[in-house]
């Protein structure tokens, strides 16, 4: 019984931090078309910022990494991906891989290539169906769990992410109703890279830091989004929930590069059969009929 | 006045298109761009607003020089479009198209744009891509009404719709421009609609105004349909 509940809360645990990167790599790939291979080594770049923040106060430390998010991805996006939008998917996908190993390597240079390591900021056990689980992941996925709330609500129910979406969905007309699509995508990319840095910085406590830590969440918050229904958001998030029920099933039957090389040919296999994703939006019966 | 072009020539790029158009428009007033297929009437349109290169001449807003390639500058000076593919947000519904209109607006305006287009209310929760081509028509002028502007410009109101949703819509035009004074620019392979609806036309031949004055005016002229014909 107590072995079924670790494996519940770790699997909750696991699908929390790759919902939030899912999320933040649909928001970037689904609507604005861009595939960031660097989203791996944002969450590598918040897990350091932590790292090189240790002395202040664990909040602190975290506000200011969701900060260096935002203006490395306003950076990234005006810098960068603003000269690549109309180049095509080869285009943005090469010059998010550039962007990813300019930042690994810089990450090195700077802290070497050595694992690092910073403290939970709560050591304490929270008991769960008779399992002692930290304190500090139950957290984390509570908070991650209102952060995709309020995430969701701003882009389906703001005013904000009303003209976000619009942008998104036809970048003339945006600009004809006196929209920047320029400014909402600059703001779209900041957000979904800072949403990747966070991610990132809320997992290192948890683990080993390196240089390419980010690379064992890349694939699985990519199959996410991609066995989503196009242009979901709410989709991303159910994704990483589906992909990593599946992982935790078979990692309980199988060894870890088994289950990875099952789970990743399933997805591969799933995605060849049904390349339009699963909508997951729910709808009432009264509706499906009409 | 409020909107005039003077010797506006565009295009896309190094391709030229329109060359030396001229006119002027005050409040209330309605002019059709009439002409055959491939003579420029859209990039004129599309250049008028700034969504296409202008490389020669000026367009002005109350007398004011307007920057090409700036369609923000006229959304906010009260200016709208309504391209020849609808251009409604596809992924957003009906209500939200609306929404956003308002949130846009230039002024807030007098219609009740379900009120002239009720089959929209009824269709609030529908992805606007999911409707048929009358019905984002009439979206796509209900939510350029919705903007309080005071210049519609419309490429192809009537292109492919059934004559009742054209009726709709030309009724909802006359409403807007008669009580409310709305300027309107209106582009329309039915020369017959363009200027039932319009007083004032223009022709255009290769880029180029070829005849221009009252619908009264040209209508009457013995080589008039000859101009138009496809």
Redesign the interface.
């Known amino acids: 019984m107590s072995g079924s509940v670790q494996i519940l809360l770790d699997f909750i645990w696991v699908s929390a931090g790759l919902a939030l990167v899912a999320f933040s790599l649909g928001l970037i790939l689904g609507e604005l078309k861009i595939v960031n291979i660097a989203q791996g080594d944002l969450m590598m770049v918040g897990a350091y910022s932590m790292y090189a923040l240790r002395g202040l106060p664990f909040l602190v430390a975290l506000l200011v990494t969701f900060v260096i998010g935002l203006l490395l991805g306003f950076v990234l996006e005006r810098g960068v991906l603003r000269w690549v939008y109309d180049k095509g998917f080869m285009a943005t996908l090469l010059a998010t891989w550039g962007v990813g190993i300019v930042l690994e390597q810089g990450v090195a240079t700077i802290f070497t290539v050595s694992q690092k390591g910073i403290d939970q900021p709560l050591k304490g056990f929270v008991t769960v169906g008779g399992v002692a689980y930290p304190e500090y992941r139950i957290v984390v996925v509570l908070g991650i769990v209102v952060l995709l709330a309020i995430l969701l609500f701003l882009v389906y129910r703001s005013?904000l992410g009303?003209?976000l979406?619009?942008s998104?969905?036809?970048v003339?007309?945006?600009?004809?109703?006196?929209?920047?699509p320029q400014r909402v995508f600059a703001m779209v990319f900041s957000l979904a890279t800072a949403l990747a840095v966070l991610a990132g910085a809320l997992i290192a406590p948890t683990i080993a830091i390196n240089p390419t830590l980010g690379l064992s969440f890349l694939a699985p918050a990519f199959f996410a989004v991609l066995i989503s229904k196009q242009?979901s958001l709410a989709g991303p998030v159910a994704g990483a929930v589906a992909v990593e029920f599946i992982f935790t099933l078979l990692q309980a039957y199988l060894n870890i590069t088994v289950a990875e090389s099952i789970l990743f040919g399933l997805l591969a296999l799933f995605i060849v059969l049904k390349p339009q994703g699963i909508s997951w939006s729910w709808k009432p019966a009264r509706e499906k009929a009409s | 006045m409020l909107f005039s072009a003077h010797n506006v020539g565009g295009g896309y790029g190094a391709i030229h298109i329109v060359k030396d158009v001229s006119f002027d428009l005050d409040t209330g007033e309605t002019l059709a761009v009439l002409g055959r297929n491939g003579m420029g009437k859209t990039t004129l349109l599309r250049t008028l607003?700034g969504?296409a290169d202008r490389f020669a001449g000026e367009v002005r807003v109350d007398e004011r020089p307007q920057p090409p390639r700036n369609?923000?500058a006229?959304?906010?000076l009260g200016i709208?479009?309504v391209?020849d593919d609808r251009?409604?947000?596809?992924?957003?519904t009906v209500a939200?198209n609306i929404?956003?209109?308002r949130?846009?607006a230039y002024a807030k305006s007098e219609l009740d744009v379900y009120q002239l287009f009720p089959a929209l209310e009824e269709l609030a929760d529908q992805p606007a891509g999911t409707l048929s081509g009358g019905q984002q028509q009439q979206l796509a002028i209900a939510r350029a009404l919705a903007?309080g502007p005071r210049l519609l410009i419309v490429d192809e109101l009537s292109q492919g719709l059934q004559p009742s949703i054209v009726q709709d819509l030309t009724q909802a035009l006359l409403t807007a421009t008669h009580e409310s004074g709305l300027a309107l620019i209106l582009v329309d392979q039915n020369p017959e609609l363009a200027m039932r609806i319009c007083q004032r036309v223009i022709v255009m031949q290769r880029g180029e105004v070829v005849a221009a004055g009252t619908t009264t005016e040209l209508g009457a002229g013995a080589n008039f349909l000859d101009l138009l014909v496809v």
């Open positions: 005013s009303l003209r979406r619009a998104i969905d036809n003339e007309m945006a600009s004809m109703l006196g929209i920047s242009g | 607003v969504l369609p923000r006229f959304a906010r709208t479009y391209p251009g409604v947000f596809a992924r957003l939200e929404r956003l209109a949130l846009s903007t």
